[in-house]
């Protein structure tokens, strides 16, 4: 069962330099997340989906943009990295309803020099 | 951010003990979920209770919510070192489209 993979695992990069983190699950889930995960700060939402197609904002979105062109991926975009965005990276799935339990990646694990 | 608030923020106990988290928000939920998540790696969901309900088991796990005091607390029994790991609660507000507000984390550590 591969629930949620997320790739890569580790990256360093450069400050300015761009990448994407890509997650895909195969839980045919509507909702899907990214997360961040830093020291002492439990994990803050990046950006969300309710749908394929579809994307908002959560509570730290500046500095990164997100894709859901497929129900099963969804893209987190870092246009020019910043040291300040070197963190652990969570994406997460969930059904529809508010009582539905999200599952979650293993994380990518990214640092800025 | 309408954060959970876990505490203590680390606990250390002898394996076969009894372990309590606790967990307080600061407006109304929808429901609380707690999370499990082991070094290295990403959250496993626990649990979850409603606003309406006031207690919960599952295996060696209950979970209990008090809405008039805006908290909920986490027992694991008979702690074994395989429950070493860090604890969140998660808060579901309503309106909030599916989102989750997690807590910092309790770090707890059972010794063998």
């Known amino acids: 069962n591969a629930g949620v993979t997320q790739t890569p695992k580790f990256r360093v990069l450069k400050t300015g330099q761009s990448m994407t983190l890509l997650c895909a699950q195969d839980m045919n889930h509507e909702y899907m997340y990214w997360y961040r995960q830093d020291p002492g700060m439990g994990l803050r939402l990046i950006h969300y989906s309710v749908g394929e197609g579809t994307t908002a904002k959560g509570e730290v979105p500046d500095g990164y943009n997100v894709s859901r062109l497929k129900k099963q991926n969804f893209l987190l975009g870092l246009e020019s990295a910043a040291p300040s965005q070197t963190s652990v990276y969570f994406c997460?799935?969930?059904?529809?309803?508010?009582?539905?339990?999200?599952?979650f990646g293993d994380g990518t694990r990214l640092s800025i020099l | 951010s309408q954060q959970g608030e876990e505490d203590p923020q680390a606990l250390s106990i002898q394996e076969g003990e009894n372990a309590t988290m606790n967990c307080s928000y600061k407006t109304s939920i929808n429901n609380l979920q707690w999370y499990r998540q082991n070094s290295g790696r990403g959250l496993v969901h626990l649990i979850l209770?409603?606003?309406?309900?006031r207690e919960k088991h599952s295996g060696r796990l209950r979970v209990t919510l008090d809405t008039s005091k805006k908290s909920s607390s986490l027992l694991i029994t008979a702690s074994r070192a395989a429950d070493t790991a860090s604890y969140f609660c998660?808060?579901?507000?309503?309106?909030?489209?599916?989102?989750?507000?997690f807590g910092k984390g309790t770090k707890l550590s059972v010794k063998p």
């Open positions: 997460a799935s969930s059904g529809q309803g508010s009582n539905q339990p999200q599952h």
């Open positions: 209770i409603r606003s309406n309900e």
């Open positions: 998660a808060t579901r507000y309503g309106g909030s489209q599916g989102n989750l507000i």
